[in-house]
């Protein structure tokens, strides 16, 4: 007899517990079954599933990323069809920043006038003309195309070409994207930078300020007052262009009122709690996204995936 739970999550920051415990307390209270995936029990977890006495309808992992301990019952639950929320495939592809930047000028989207550079071990020469930096401006952007997340690996405030010749050593496998600084408006003295999030079939948009990267609600007053109704249809386009169903971007009003798309696909969303943590979401946003998630479930379990959906 196999066991099966309609939703399995995997973590290994310390700071996803709160967000862990609050989607478990949710679903249960909705008599859905949740089951946690951590390091002390992920080997166990893995040879249950792979000798199939364990089934998950459906996946939240925020650890294979990060862990590679995690990564082969990540191949079982592909291959075998369970539903992966943010199917792997489809992270690939959108977390490489060289790639979405390309897509994103195809699809109509604003994005910061940006180089793209090849990997070190690709091509160690490296030609910028002076066009090319006059156009960027100083300071500008350096950002590694996929070993980021969080602002890692970003340099902010970059002056000169050298420092684009010392980031590149860093991490010699990667693309790497030299991108214009863009400067947001002002709207009634807040400055005009949204994180948007794309959260199980809806967009979801708050304020978030880039330099002290505290998050505020943003209302529906608001929304038409600024003439904000944009921000959900660039979120959109992404997830037609990304296929994910749960992430973030950043974007950002111009003082000219250009919407401009800064961070591109962000798979990994920070969900700490602000009533925890100053910088965190705020907890109305969590719940609402782990609503979404749980409505996501439920049909999932409706549906009737259960185990016999195994290769």
């Known amino acids: 007899m196999i066991n099966t739970f309609d939703l399995a999550i995997s973590y290994v920051w310390e700071f996803d517990k709160d967000f862990v415990d609050l989607i478990e307390k949710t679903l249960q209270s909705y ?7 951590a390091e002390n029990n992920i080997l166990e977890i893995t040879e249950l599933v792979k000798r199939k006495k364990l089934w998950f309808r459906s996946y939240l992992d925020r650890a294979s990323d990060v862990d590679d301990a995690f990564a082969e019952l990540a191949k079982i639950l592909t291959r075998r069809k369970c539903r992966i929320f943010n199917p792997y495939k489809n992270v690939e592809h959108a977390i490489d920043k060289a790639t979405m930047h390309l897509e994103f000028i195809t699809a109509g989207l604003n994005v ?7 990997p070190l071990k690709e091509k160690e020469e490296l030609i910028i003309s002076v066009d090319d930096l006059a156009i960027l401006g100083r300071p500008f952007i350096i950002k590694p195309c996929i070993t980021t997340g969080g602002g890692i690996g970003v340099v902010t405030g970059a002056e000169t070409l050298k420092e684009v010749l010392l980031e590149r ?8 994207l030299i991108q214009q600084k863009i400067i947001p408006g002002d709207l009634e003295g807040k400055r005009a930078w949204f994180r948007s999030f794309w959260a199980f079939g809806k967009p979801i948009c708050v304020w978030w300020d880039d330099q002290t990267h505290i998050y505020d609600l943003l209302t529906a007053e608001q929304i038409k007052k600024f003439g904000l109704k944009k921000l959900n249809q660039i979120t959109k386009t992404i997830v037609q262009l990304t296929h994910l169903d749960f992430f973030s971007t950043e974007i950002v009003l111009t003082p000219e009122k250009k919407f401009v798309v800064i961070d591109y696909v962000n798979d990994q969303c920070d969900m700490r709690l602000k009533s925890v943590y100053k910088d965190g979401v705020p907890d109305q946003i969590v719940n609402q996204i782990i609503h979404l998630l749980r409505l996501d479930v439920q049909k999932l379990k409706k549906q009737g995936l259960n185990h016999s959906s195994y290769e």
């Open 31 to 37: 008599g859905l079954s949740t089951f946690v995936i």
């Open 112 to 118: 910061p006038y940006s180089i793209i550079i090849p």
């Open 169 to 176: 050593r860093t991490n010699k496998s990667d693309k790497y």
